[in-house]
């Protein structure tokens, strides 16, 4: 099924460094989500975008929902240790309720 | 408030068995959702409900799956005839109706491996 490339596939950084993972489609759509999930269970979600060009954060979380409606990114500062674990982008279309999923970005942060 | 609750969370079985997994979603959330997910890939759309209604099923849901919603509350989701490549996650997620502000909520999942 379509999906959406999402990148990097995997990040190893120091607890404190800034995160950066982005997604990109060719396919416009009318919500990004950005959801984490730990192994063994379901996603949770951590920021929902509506607009294009809308800038939202959620404590350390930014994302951001591009201009072309063809992306988004998310930012986390100040990395943690329980910040580990896969970040899943998705994204719905404009005529659509089913979420379509990145492959995720798998997240490890040394103490 | 609780969240959306899957049961059972894991599932063993054998080739050719059938199974069925329970969904209880947001009480407030008339709209509810099956995905499966593999190792090393995102969640993949299988199928949606609003209220007791199945609205859209993805290619993904062969013959041998099934699903229900007949109360409009909780969802059951059923493989028969399992075969060993229906070895997944199988996730459920719920939202409320239409609008703007329609995030899905997911479950925490059930496990299905197929010997």
């Known amino acids: 099924g379509q999906q959406l490339n999402q990148s990097p596939q995997s990040m190893f950084i120091q607890e404190g460094e800034d995160v950066s993972m982005n997604c990109t489609s060719s396919?416009?759509?009318?919500?990004w989500l950005w959801y984490k999930q730990d192994p063994g269970e379901g996603p949770v979600l951590l920021i929902a975008l509506y607009k294009a060009g809308e800038l939202t954060s959620n404590g350390r979380l930014t994302a951001q929902f591009g201009i072309t409606r063809k992306d988004s990114f998310l930012n986390i500062s100040a990395s943690i240790p329980s910040d580990v674990g896969i970040y899943f982008c998705?994204?719905?279309?404009?005529?659509?309720?089913?979420?379509?999923f990145g492959k995720g970005t798998t997240l490890s942060v040394s103490s | 408030d609780t969240g959306v609750s899957q049961d059972p969370r894991h599932k063993i079985t054998k080739r050719g068995q059938n199974v069925t997994f329970r969904c209880d979603p947001i009480?407030?959330?008339?709209?509810l959702y099956w995905y499966r997910q593999t190792l090393g890939q995102g969640p993949e759309f299988l199928t949606y409900?609003?209220?007791?209604?199945?609205?859209?099923k993805s290619r993904l849901l062969s013959d041998r799956f099934s699903a229900e919603r007949p109360k409009g509350s909780f969802s059951t989701l059923e493989i028969q005839r399992t075969e060993q490549g229906d070895s997944a996650m199988y996730l459920c997620?719920?939202?409320?109706?239409?609008?703007?502000?329609?995030?899905?909520?997911f479950g925490p999942g059930t496990r299905l491996t197929v010997l």
């Open positions: 997620a719920s939202s409320r109706t239409g609008g703007l502000y329609n995030e899905q909520f």
């Open positions: 396919s416009i759509f009318n919500t």
């Open positions: 409900f609003q209220n007791e209604a199945q609205l859209e």
């Open positions: 998705a994204g719905q279309l404009p005529a659509g309720t089913a979420l379509i």
């Open positions: 009480s407030e959330h008339n709209r």
